[in-house]
C-alpha cells in the first residue's frame, strides 16, 4: 500500500521536474568519445567492478587538436543500470596533434562536449577559451549538478605552434567572438 501511494505521488512529481529542467547537452551521434580503455579500481564479487574509464574527442570547432579525460564509472549494479551518482574526479590532457585550424568563432568558455554523468542532474563538460597574450587554446573538465556543483577540475594548455611545413599560424583571439 505505502509502495503504491509514494510511487503515485513521487513518479508525477520526478515528470514535472524533468520537463522544468534543460535537457542536458549530449554530444551529437558523431562527437561521442572514443573509449581508449578502462581499468578496475574496486573488485565487486557479485556486479560489475568500478573503473577508470579514459575517452579522446577532438574538439568539434578547432581542427588539429584532440583531448584525453579519465572518469570514474561506479559500478554495482546501480552503476550498472545508470542510478548511481558517478563521482566527480577527472582528469584531462589536450594536445595538438596536426594543423589548427579554427572552423567556427567561438566564445570564451564555450562547451566542447558535455555529457550525462547520473540519472538525474549531473554532467561532465570540457569548455574551451581563448588566452590571447600567449595565443594558447585553454581548456577546463569539471562536473556539474544542478543544486550543488563539484570544483574537482583539470585544465589543459595547447599553444598554437607551426605544424610541418605549413608555418601559418592562427590566432586564437581572431576568432573568439
Request: contains cysteine.
Amino acid at each position: 500500500m505505502f509502495h503504491r501511494l509514494a510511487a503515485a505521488v513521487l513518479a508525477p512529481l520526478l515528470v514535472a521536474l524533468s520537463a522544468a529542467l534543460p535537457a542536458s547537452e549530449a554530444p551529437a551521434a558523431g562527437e561521442r568519445p572514443d573509449l581508449i580503455f578502462r581499468r578496475s579500481t574496486v573488485f565487486r564479487l557479485l556486479s560489475p567492478n568500478d573503473k577508470l574509464a579514459t575517452y579522446g574527442i577532438d574538439d568539434p570547432d578547432v581542427e588539429g587538436v584532440a583531448c584525453h579525460f579519465t572518469v570514474p564509472e561506479k559500478g554495482g549494479w546501480a552503476g550498472t543500470f545508470g542510478f548511481a551518482e558517478q563521482l566527480s574526479e577527472v582528469s584531462l590532457s589536450c594536445r595538438q596533434i596536426g594543423p589548427i585550424r579554427f572552423r567556427n568563432r567561438t566564445g570564451q568558455g564555450d562547451v566542447v562536449f558535455s555529457e550525462g554523468r547520473s540519472f538525474f542532474f549531473k554532467r561532465v563538460q570540457i569548455v574551451r577559451g581563448c588566452d590571447a597574450r600567449r595565443n594558447v587554446l585553454v581548456y577546463m573538465i569539471y562536473s556539474d549538478k544542478l543544486i550543488d556543483g563539484s570544483p574537482q577540475n583539470s585544465t589543459s594548455s595547447v599553444p598554437i605552434m607551426p605544424w610541418g611545413a605549413n608555418a601559418d599560424i592562427q590566432r586564437c583571439s581572431e576568432w573568439i567572438r
